[in-house]
């Protein structure tokens, strides 16, 4: 007799099944059987990002779930600026709509909102061009609040100035505010088109051990003591360095890892305690080719994070 739990997600079932019965020791071993299946029609919570709006979508309804940034009342019309990871959106709610009207009088800045409606061009004269969406807006059909907040502890627009150690306490609404969200996204575009250049290459991303015993290196090692032989330490490594090096003596001789890095260092311009960077290990190139494979990807990136074409000048050390 089989019991079964589906669980469901946005285009993801999740099928668990116990069996009740008395098994035999192999059965036994096979009574958890999980079945994954993906449904082209599941439908997810939200059907765009704010800053995927745009003219195209025109006419078409769509669902955002977000934070409330900005609420104002225009003399019968609301106006909510509705913030996600990618960017704003303007909704609109008319007082045609009771209950979705009466629900965005309630909300207040930084609440959790999801907002069903319609896609319609801005009137003449109200295109924001300081917004990705800014030519469109939504005009709000229903409003549902997933959870209130209390008013945060500084504002979240651009032209406020909050001192480091508040923003630090208050991370986590530190990283809703705009620029802060965009530093993110850009980081994350870096380290991705980083690796798809490194795997076009040939080499292979390895992560290699964190916990390991301490090295003589330039630094200080941070030690961690192990609960299960008292006296004993752990040390977080300085670099991958003896790891990617054993790789290259096994054969692997394209390797690289966005490493995390750790120097009990005091807190400097130049020094970080814990750091990312990336880590790269070769054989069988020459100084031609390593000139190539760390030139190209440098302008590459430098144009992706400030969009300026760079040419670095490539001399020897005599010329220098």
């Not at 955002?64 to 600026?81: A, E, N, T």
């Not at 309630?106 to 800014?134: D, F, H, I, T």
């Not at 620029?179 to 290699?208: C, H, P, Q, W």
Request: one cysteine or more; glycine letters at 6%; hydrophobic letters at 35%.
């Amino acid at each position: 007799m089989l019991a079964g739990v589906t669980l469901r997600g946005p285009g993801l079932a999740l099928v668990l099944c116990r069996c009740r019965v008395p098994l035999s020791a192999s059965q036994e071993r096979k009574r958890h059987r999980i079945r994954i299946t993906r449904s082209e029609n599941t439908i997810m919570m939200r059907s765009h990002y704010c800053g995927q709006l745009n003219e195209s979508l025109e006419g078409q309804e769509i669902t955002l779930c977000g934070w409330v940034h900005r609420r104002r009342d225009h003399g019968g019309v609301i106006f909510l600026d509705i913030r996600d990871r990618e960017g704003m959106a303007q909704v609109v709610f008319d007082p045609d709509r009771a209950d979705s009207f009466a629900a965005a009088d309630r909300v207040r800045s930084e609440y959790v909102v999801k907002v069903v409606g319609k896609v319609r061009a801005r009137p003449a004269g109200a295109v924001n061009a300081n917004m990705a969406s800014g030519a469109i807006e939504v005009l709000g059909y229903e409003l549902e609040v997933l959870n209130e907040s209390e008013t945060p502890p500084f504002p979240l627009n651009e032209y406020s100035d909050v001192g480091e150690e508040t923003r630090l306490r208050y991370r986590f609404i530190d990283l809703r505010r705009p620029e802060m969200a965009e530093k993110l996204r850009l980081r994350s575009r870096i380290t991705t088109s980083i690796r798809r250049y490194l795997d076009d290459n040939g080499f292979l991303d390895v992560e290699t051990p964190i916990l390991t015993r301490a090295t003589p290196e330039g630094a200080r090692d941070y030690l961690v003591p192990s609960r299960t032989h008292p006296g004993s330490f752990f040390a977080l490594p300085q670099s991958p360095q003896l790891f990617k090096q054993l790789l290259m003596v096994a054969g692997f001789d394209r390797y690289y890892q966005i490493a995390k890095c750790f120097r009990d260092e005091d807190l400097r311009a130049d020094r970080q305690p814990e750091f990312t960077q990336i880590d790269i290990e070769t054989s069988f190139l020459n100084e031609e080719d390593i000139i190539g494979l760390t030139y190209n990807p440098l302008t590459k990136h430098y144009k992706l994070a400030s969009d300026v074409d760079v040419n670095y000048m490539i001399q020897t050390l005599r010329e220098a």
